[in-house]
C-alpha cells in the first residue's frame, strides 16, 4: 500500500468510529442514545488506535495535518511530502463522514435540532469565544503532539506498537480538554466533516459555522508548532 493511500485509510478508520459515535450518542433514536461524554471519548480513543494501527507501517501514520507539520517542524519528514500527507489525511477524513451519514441516514431524518446533526461532524464550542477556544485548541494540541514525540521517540511517524499508548493519550485529552471545543486536535478531522456537511443533502440542516472553522485548523497547526520547538529546543 501506498503511504497516500494508507493515510486515507488511516483517516478514514478514524472518521468512520470517531464521527459513527458521536452519532450513536446523539442522533435520535439511535440505540447508543444518551451514552454520554465518557462514551464519546472512548470511542474516539479506540478509533485513533484502529486508525493508527492500520497505516503504521506504510506511512507512519500520522493522519493529522498537526502531526504531519510537527514532524516537517523537527526535520523528521520532508516537505515536498506534506501536501500529498495532508490531501490524503483531508480526503480519508470526507470518505470517513460520508460513510457515517449514509449508516444513520435515517437518525438524521429523526433529529430535528440542526445543531446536533452539524456536532455529528464537527466540533462545536460549549461556550463560543474565538479567543478562549484558539488557546484550548492550541494547548490540546500542544499535549498532544508532545505525547507522541515523547512515545515515538526518535523515530519518523507512529509506529504500529505505539498505537495503543496514542490511543490513550487522545483518551486523556477527550476527558480533560475536551470539554470546552470538543477536542478536534487535528485540522482534517474538523474540515473534512465540516466539508462532507456543506456537500451532502441532509435534511433540515444549517449552515456549517465556517465562521468557527478556521480555529480547529489553525488552534492545532499553531498547538504543533509549538510543540515542535518545545521538544526539539527545550527537550532534548
Known amino acids: 500500500m501506498s503511504p497516500y493511500l494508507a493515510e486515507v485509510l488511516g483517516t478514514a478508520f478514524i472518521i468512520v468510529l470517531g464521527d459513527g459515535v458521536v ?9 447508543g442514545n444518551q451514552g454520554g461524554w465518557i462514551v464519546i471519548t472512548m470511542g474516539w480513543a479506540m478509533a485513533v488506535f484502529i486508525g493508527v494501527y ?3 507501517k506504510y506511512s507512519g501514520a500520522h493522519l493529522n495535518p498537526a502531526v504531519t507539520f510537527s514532524e516537517a517542524l523537527q526535520g523528521k519528514f520532508p516537505w515536498e511530502k506534506v501536501p500529498g500527507y495532508v490531501a490524503s489525511q483531508l480526503g480519508g ?3 470517513g463522514a460520508l460513510l457515517v451519514w449514509l449508516c ?4 438524521f431524518d429523526e433529529t430535528p435540532d440542526a445543531d446536533t ?3 455529528v461532524f464537527c466540533t462545536i464550542p460549549a461556550i463560543r469565544n474565538p479567543k478562549y477556544n484558539f488557546l484550548t485548541e492550541f494547548l490540546a494540541t500542544m499535549v498532544f503532539i508532545l505525547a507522541i514525540c515523547f512515545i515515538t521517540g526518535p523515530t519518523v511517524g507512529i509506529g504500529s506498537l505505539d498505537a ?3 490511543a490513550f493519550v487522545v483518551l486523556a485529552i477527550g476527558m480533560s480538554l475536551g470539554g470546552p471545543t470538543g477536542y478536534a486536535i487535528n485540522p482534517a478531522r474538523d474540515l473534512g466533516p465540516r466539508l462532507m456537511h456543506y456537500l ?5 440542516k444549517r449552515d456549517s459555522d465556517w465562521g468557527y472553522a478556521w480555529i480547529p485548523i489553525l488552534g ?3 498547538g504543533a508548532a509549538a510543540a515542535a520547538f518545545i521538544y526539539k529546543y527545550c527537550l532534548q
Request: avoid cysteine.
Open 23 to 31: 452519532a450513536s450518542v446523539i442522533l435520535n433514536k439511535s440505540k
Open 54 to 56: 492500520t497505516a503504521a
Open 93 to 95: 477524513a470526507m470518505l
Open 104 to 107: 444513520y441516514k435515517k437518525h
Open 117 to 119: 446533526k452539524l456536532g
Open 164 to 166: 495503543l499508548p496514542v
Open 200 to 204: 451532502l443533502p441532509i435534511s433540515g
Open 220 to 222: 492545532p497547526l499553531a
